[in-house]
T-cell receptor, first 114, second 114 residues
Framework: AQSVTQPDIHITVSEGASLELRCNYSYGATPYLFWYVQSPGQGLQLLLKYFSGDTLVQGIKGFEAEFKRSQSSFNLRKPSVHWSDAAEYFC????????????FGTGTKLQVIP | ETGVTQSPTHLIKTRGQQVTLRCSSQ?????VSWYQQALGQGPQFIFQYYREEENGRGNFPPRFSGLQFPNYSSELNVNALELDDSALYLCASSEGRGSTDTQYFGPGTRLTVL
């Protein structure tokens, strides 16, 4: 069975500082990996995804993530955080198959201080 | 282009009652998935509908059922409500049913069971 661990429940960074959100996954084959962002009152928005190929993936809003098979990780990074990045971030893993059974982590809540 | 919409926004029910939640897919999308997001948790996959047929199901009891209509809008029905059913219910639509098809999420329906 696939699973995702986001070890940090809550992270606080200063505006302009760099950010790294951790994600570890468990899946027997090559996983499909996603990062989503959820702002209060909003649905989930896809930031980026990895299926195959280049292990460094660029997404929207200046985010990137790196797939490291040896570490079973897919950490999300941003070089300079903006106050509008404050939200909850979810890592998710999916599998090739007949339907979109995506398993989400428990999320990391990001607080940005001025 | 209209995004994914859900109704109602909030709902309060009592234990044992039945509830119907609605989702309008993004134009051109033939697949809809439903997720339950309990407080402080990541979304959990309930089921997926593709071209009006259930295409996959997560670990939820049969009292969670759904429908997809010819215009690809969808309903989630929950019978015999339990306190633990209190959650944010998200629907997501996509152009196809595969794991590589991007899911677009609605803002959710907040269900409270008393």
């Amino acid at each position: 069975a696939q699973s995702v661990t986001q070890p940090d429940i809550h992270i606080t960074v200063s505006e302009g500082a760099s950010l790294e959100l951790r994600c570890n996954y468990s899946y027997g084959a090559t996983p499909y990996l996603f990062w989503y962002v959820q702002s209060p009152g909003q649905g989930l928005q896809l930031l980026l995804k990895y299926f195959s190929g280049d292990t460094l993936v660029q997404g929207i809003k200046g985010f990137e993530a790196e797939f490291k098979r040896s570490q079973s990780s897919f950490n999300l990074r941003k070089p300079s955080v903006h106050w509008s990045d404050a939200a909850e971030y979810f890592c998710a893993v999916g599998a090739a198959g007949g339907y979109q059974k995506v398993t989400f982590g428990t999320g990391t809540k990001l607080q940005v201080i001025p | 282009e209209t995004g994914v919409t859900q109704s109602p926004t909030h709902l309060i029910k009592t234990r044992g009652q039945q509830v119907t939640l609605r989702c309008s897919s993004q134009s051109g999308h033939n697949t809809v998935s439903w997720y339950q997001q309990a407080l402080g948790q990541g979304p959990q996959f309930i089921f997926q509908y593709y071209r009006e047929e259930e295409n996959g199901r997560g670990n939820f009891p049969p009292r969670f059922s759904g429908l997809q209509f010819p215009n690809y809008s969808s309903e989630l029905n929950v019978n015999a409500l339990e306190l633990d059913d209190s959650a944010l219910y998200l629907c997501a639509s996509s152009e196809g049913r595969g794991s590589t098809d991007t899911q677009y999420f609605g803002p959710g329906t907040r269900l409270t069971v008393l």
